[in-house]
């Protein structure tokens, strides 16, 4: 298990000892240093600086050599050989027992890359077969001596065990001098010996007969007496005529036609001792089991029942409580490779584990509590087959419940479907600006991909999926995803799933969301360029850095660790004063750990026990002063009267005529992903009061008549013959008047007008004038302008409406969560505001006298009925004086108050005569400075 999740490269440590190897160490660390992670190397007592040399390498773990036998320094070495490496089990996935004059390769590949192929096939140790190198006189201190010197005859003592996985071998089991070995543990060798041992003793026959002559004076009382390191203690002449025939022997071991199977000196000890792995298989597929005993004996069946067979199931139970690893034990088949973890080590560790043991081409996931549909194997594999370009490839999750029946699952996976492409560009926008949307136990992978982008963050718990996808894509990797199911995707009761929201979850997802994020903060120029091109987001300057960029695009996202992420990227790049300032700005207005949010809930909460209190005090006061009768149990409105006489798919077809889907499910988050809205609505929504349309508003619906069940039915069925109206900004009654084609056709008006009557220009409401609006808002081809508005993206829908007047006079619209308009005409006007500066609503109606009809709305009898008998809007608008004096107004047929508002004022006509007087004063909120702006809609006159 390796503990950096973004190295790709397998973990080597490295074990030796050193002495007075200064003119080796060069050419030692220049050969190892490629693929050598760590070196652990005991100095025994070095003078020639070699010590030095040690100690300034990085990556050198120096130590000082304990001759734990005092009389023998063979037995001592052989000791740290035998026990030193064990330190690396859980850390590193090669270990390399060396000397300083060994260099182990492969020629024509590197180690690291050969490494990594031979964990994939299952390979625990790796035996070297031995060359015994040698040259006149030692090389310069530069470049590689299996460059420089390759020269040399095989040696049956050097064939050594020199590399093997600390996690699969118990013992190495080494005799004196590494020559023998008889290790124990999990041994499996690979099918060909390709790794060589080149021994670098013999460089000059001068150095070598000094060194030699050292040595035997450091051998112990035991080494003599055994005759360990004889060698040491031959005379020169004996080690001259040695030489010789060495030299007499040897031949280029860098020849093209070299072989070093077929010259090296046998037998092999370990081809007689040691199993060959079996052939690889095509598929792994990986199952990490942790406490599934009523589902994993299903999971490992529907696998072994594939019409694929080529695979292997690599098992990991990871410290089972249940039962589990015994349900796994009662398999007899020898494709399960199954390993148990005495206690858990979470999803990432299993994951990890199981990984780590995985011989196959290609990795199929797959979840203990899942199982696999036929074919999904041989689907999978045909698809990798036929494009090679794709590195991993999806399929959709069939959601099931405990007892296998259909669901829903937590999450919607079939937004993949919906990417514009399955580009890398694509996948790193939606992983960004959405989050996961792939299901992990759909996947199979290459191999490869995992090579490249790493194991697992063991830190992570529920985001370790998507951290693997994100890690891949940047690697390079290429995913698709087949629009079938291919897992049967097991959703559990009482959020027993890893991916279901328990609190647990959401608390780790907040956390882990910012590490996910962490990895779009380290791209590349090209890939931010990439992915979220070269101008996003609009609005800054050309050269503003990545981490400015990143923070203004994570601010866009609602999601508080976004909002921490965004301020912490500008943090950082905050270099200017211009950036400087905003950053000041955006800290004091985000509100990202909720502190005012908390406090406003606070004062809430306190106001609104104070108003308990003062109810309760209010009832207990009139309960004591007046008799209460009892009154008939009267259950809740929306459950008093009958839905609706309409068939089940009559009522099916006239809802789905007016529901929006996405404003449906965008106002009720917290149930997830709603498949089916409409029968959700039928059977939930309506009688919960929720709206399923911007424009159908169930409590105005309700005010105007007896309250209903599902008030949206009631509309469509008989409410819209009634007169009724779905939202206060749709008046049925002027609908219809205004169309009398639609009237005809008796189709139900908020139906025409959602369908047809808004691309067509038609206006809702007298107080909606779709021209005006238009003129002053963008809206885009397919938008519809009045659901435009009631969402609060626009302003200005009448020439005689004010928005900005009106928000001005109600500060807190914005929490009351209604449009300007709707608000004036469901509750402003009753309470007496007004909707411009030239309207006096108060005024207008006490002007009218009894005649007025209690309930109308001022502003909208004035339009139509008003302006026509030359009412005036306002004391200080007199209408019959602007109208006289302005001949040209009249002839156009404009609106005399709109005429004013947006041209005659500009234009310096008077709205009074000079010597006019009223005890309301001067027109409110204007001033001989004031330039009003626009053009006119279509609000005509009609005296």
């Known amino acids: 298990m390796r503990p950096d999740a973004d190295q790709a490269a397998p973990i080597v440590h490295l074990y030796t000892v050193c002495w007075d190897e200064a003119d080796m160490l060069g050419f030692f660390f220049r050969h190892y240093d490629p693929w050598v992670s760590r070196y652990v190397i005991y100095d025994d007592g070095s003078t020639d600086g070699s010590r030095e040399i040690l100690a300034r390498h990085p990556r050198v773990d120096l130590r000082d050599f304990d001759r734990t036998d005092p009389d023998s320094f063979v037995l001592s070495h052989k000791a740290m050989q035998d026990h030193a490496w064990k330190e690396s089990r859980g850390v590193a996935d090669w270990v390399v027992i060396t000397a300083i004059d060994e260099h182990l390769h492969v020629p024509g590949r590197g180690m690291a890359d050969y490494l990594a192929e031979q964990a994939r096939a299952g390979i625990t140790l790796v035996p070297a077969l031995g060359f015994d190198m040698n040259a006149p006189a030692m090389p310069e201190d530069r470049g590689r001596l299996t460059e420089i010197?390759?020269?040399?005859?095989?040696?049956?003592?050097?064939?050594?065990?020199?590399?093997?996985?600390?996690?699969?071998?118990?013992?190495?089991?080494?005799?004196?001098?590494?020559?023998?070995?008889?290790?124990?543990?999990?041994?499996?060798?690979?099918?060909?010996?390709?790794?060589?041992?080149?021994?670098?003793?013999?460089?000059?026959?001068?150095?070598?007969?000094?060194?030699?002559?050292?040595?035997?004076?450091?051998?112990?009382?035991?080494?003599?007496?055994?005759?360990?390191?004889?060698?040491?203690?031959?005379?020169?002449?004996?080690l001259r005529a040695f030489w010789d025939e060495m030299e007499a022997e040897a031949t280029d071991l860098s020849a093209p036609d070299f072989s070093p199977e077929a010259v090296c000196k046998r037998p092999l000890w370990w081809r007689q001792e040691v199993p060959v792995a079996p052939p690889r298989p095509k598929v792994s597929v990986l199952i990490k089991a942790y406490n599934h005993a009523a589902y994993?004996?299903?999971?490992?069946?529907?696998?072994?029942?594939?019409?694929?067979?080529?695979?292997?199931?690599?098992?990991?139970?990871?410290?089972?409580?249940?039962?589990?690893?015994?349900?796994?034990?009662?398999?007899?088949?020898?494709?399960i490779d199954l390993q148990a973890h005495p206690t858990n080590q979470g999803i990432s560790g299993a994951m990890n584990a199981t990984l780590g043991r995985a011989r196959g081409d290609y990795c199929a996931i797959l979840n203990s509590d899942d199982w696999a549909l036929p074919e999904r194997l041989a689907r999978q594999v045909a698809f990798l087959d036929a494009h090679p370009e794709v590195d991993a490839v999806f399929g959709l999750p069939e959601a099931v419940d405990e007892q296998g029946a259909s669901t829903q699952a937590y999450n919607d996976f079939t937004v993949p479907l919906r990417l514009p492409d399955f580009s890398r560009r694509s996948w790193l926008r939606q992983f960004f600006l959405a989050g996961n949307c792939l299901c992990a136990p759909t996947a199979m992978i290459r191999r490869s991909a995992y090579d490249r982008a790493g194991p697992y963050d063991p830190r992570l718990t529920n985001l370790q999926d998507l951290d693997m996808w994100v890690r891949m894509l940047v690697a390079g990797c290429r995913f698709h995803v087949l629009p079938e199911p291919v897992t049967a995707f097991r959703i559990r009761d009482g959020h027993a799933n890893a991916s279901a929201p328990s609190p647990a979850a959401v608390l780790r997802t907040e956390f882990e969301t910012g590490r996910i994020l962490d990895h779009y903060r380290a791209f590349a120029p090209p890939l931010f360029d990439e992915v979220f091109g070269i101008g996003e987001p609009d609005g800054l300057p050309p050269d503003a850095s990545i981490l400015t960029r990143l923070g203004e695009l994570a601010l866009h996202v609602p999601h508080p660790p976004y909002r921490a992420f965004g301020l912490d990227c500008l943090y950082r790049g905050a270099t200017r004063p211009d950036e400087i300032s905003r950053l000041r700005a955006l800290t004091g207005a985000t509100d990202h750990f909720g502190a005012c949010l908390l406090a406003e809930r606070d004062d809430e909460i306190a106001a609104l026990r104070a108003a308990l209190q003062d109810r309760d005090g209010r009832i207990g006061r009139l309960e004591a002063a007046i008799p209460m009768t009892p009154v008939p149990e009267r259950r809740g409105a929306r459950q008093a009267a009958p839905i609706s006489a309409w068939s089940a798919a009559e009522a099916r077809a006239g809802?789905?005529?007016?529901?929006?889907?996405?404003?449906?499910?965008?106002?009720?988050?917290?149930?997830?992903?709603?498949?089916?809205?409409?029968?959700?609505?039928?059977?939930?929504?309506?009688?919960?009061?929720?709206?399923?349309?911007?424009?159908?508003?169930?409590?105005?619906?309700?005010?105007?008549?007896?309250?209903?069940?599902?008030?949206?039915?009631?509309?469509?069925?008989?409410?819209h013959a009634r007169g009724r109206n779905p939202h206060p900004l749709f008046d049925v009654g002027w609908y219809l008047g205004q169309n009398p084609d639609v009237r005809a056709a008796g189709v139900n008006s908020l139906v025409h007008y959602v369908a047809n009557g808004a691309r067509e220009g038609r206006d809702p409401h007298p107080l909606f004038d779709t021209g005006w609006y238009l003129?002053?808002?963008?809206?885009?081809?397919?938008?519809?302008?009045?659901?435009?508005y009631v969402t609060g993206r626009g302003t200005q829908p009448h020439p005689l409406f004010d928005d900005a007047f009106y928000r001005a006079a109600i500060p807190d619209l914005d929490w009351l969560g209604?449009?300007?308009?709707?608000?004036?005409?469901?509750?402003?006007?009753?309470?007496?505001?007004?909707?411009?500066?030239?309207?006096?609503?108060?005024?207008?109606?006490?002007?009218?006298?009894?005649?007025?009809?209690?309930?109308?709305?001022?502003?909208?009898?004035?339009?139509?009925?008003?302006?026509?008998?030359?009412?005036?809007?306002?004391?200080?608008?007199?209408?019959?004086?602007?109208?006289?004096?302005?001949?040209?107004?009249?002839?156009?047929?404009?609106?005399?108050?709109?005429?004013?508002?947006?041209?005659?004022?500009?234009?310096?006509?008077?709205?009074?005569?000079?010597?006019?007087?009223?005890?309301?004063g001067g027109i409110r909120g204007y001033s001989p400075l004031r330039k009003p702006t626009g053009g006119f809609g279509r609000a005509a006159r009609t005296r």
Request: glycine share 10%.
């Open 149 to 238: 010197v390759t020269r040399g005859r095989p040696r049956i003592a050097f064939n050594k065990l020199s590399l093997f996985r600390p996690d699969a071998i118990a013992e190495t089991g080494f005799g004196p001098g590494r020559h023998a070995a008889e290790p124990s543990g999990r041994l499996v060798l690979p099918e060909r010996d390709q790794v060589m041992l080149w021994h670098y003793k013999h460089l000059g026959f001068a150095r070598n007969a000094e060194r030699e002559a050292s040595q035997a004076l450091r051998l112990g009382r035991r080494d003599v007496a055994n005759g360990f390191g004889q060698h040491y203690l031959w005379s020169r002449e004996t």
């Open 296 to 335: 994993v004996g299903q999971t490992i069946r529907s696998v072994l029942d594939q019409s694929f067979q080529d695979f292997e199931i690599v098992v990991t139970d990871d410290g089972s409580e249940d039962g589990t690893l015994d349900i796994l034990r009662g398999f007899d088949d020898p494709r």
């Open 655 to 719: 809802v789905a005529s007016l529901l929006d889907p996405d404003w449906y499910r965008a106002h009720h988050p917290d149930l997830g992903a709603i498949e089916d809205p409409v029968g959700h609505y039928l059977a939930v929504g309506a009688s919960e009061g929720w709206s399923p349309h911007p424009l159908f508003d169930p409590d105005w619906y309700d005010n105007q008549g007896p309250p209903c069940a599902n008030p949206l039915l009631d509309f469509l069925e008989r409410g």
């Open 775 to 788: 003129a002053h808002n963008v809206v885009g081809d397919d938008g519809n302008p009045l659901v435009h």
């Open 818 to 920: 209604l449009a300007p308009l709707a608000h004036y005409l469901a509750r402003g006007a009753a309470s007496g505001f007004d909707p411009n500066p030239v309207f006096a609503s108060a005024w207008y109606v006490a002007a009218q006298g009894p005649a007025w009809e209690a309930g109308q709305n001022p502003l909208v009898h004035y339009l139509l009925d008003g302006d026509r008998a030359g009412r005036d809007p306002h004391p200080q608008f007199d209408a019959t004086f602007y109208a006289a004096q302005n001949p040209d107004v009249v002839e156009s047929g404009v609106n005399l108050l709109v005429h004013y508002l947006h041209a005659g004022r500009r234009e310096g006509r008077l709205a009074r005569r000079p010597d006019h007087r009223s005890a309301a």
